[in-house]
């Protein structure tokens, strides 16, 4: 089973500002079949209450499609904030986009 993995990459700081235009890209690719949407953080600076309820109902969304949503490359105050939010139990978060290839693609490799 091959999986259609998207990629997106946000930067600057996810906030009301920025969330609904980056909600709209990922509802683009869920919309174009992406099986899978990767949100590689690594150029997110800080992420606020907004961006962070954005990430919550988009994974919600990609949830009640049936498909995934995974989240890497996290910096230290964001990881924080999932941290105490608890927000790190309820998205799965890979170091960075490598981890995630080996964890995800591999094992959907594996599935065939």
Same mark, same amino acid.
């Given at each position: ?6 990629v ?5 700081? #996810?906030?009301?500002t920025?969330?609904?235009?980056? !909600? @709209? ?5 869920? &919309? *174009?079949?992406?099986?899978? +949407? ?8 800080f ?8 990430l919550?109902? #988009? ?7 049936? !498909? @995934? ?5 996290? &910096? *230290?105050?964001?990881?924080? +904030?999932?941290e ?15 981890a995630?290839e #080996? ?10």
């Amino acid at each position: 089973m091959s999986l259609n993995v998207a990629v997106v990459k946000p930067e600057g700081i #996810l906030d009301s500002t920025k969330a609904e235009e980056f !909600r @709209q890209k990922a509802d683009q690719l869920l &919309n *174009d079949g992406a099986d899978v +949407l990767l949100i590689n953080l690594h150029n997110i600076t800080f992420v606020d209450s907004s961006g962070l309820g954005t990430l919550v109902v #988009l994974l919600k969304k990609v949830r009640g499609m049936n !498909r @995934q949503l995974y989240l890497c490359s996290t &910096n *230290d105050q964001v990881r924080m +904030l999932f941290e105490l939010t608890n927000m790190d139990q309820v998205f799965d978060i890979y170091d960075d986009q490598q981890a995630f290839e #080996l964890a995800v693609l591999g094992q959907a490799d594996t599935e065939k």
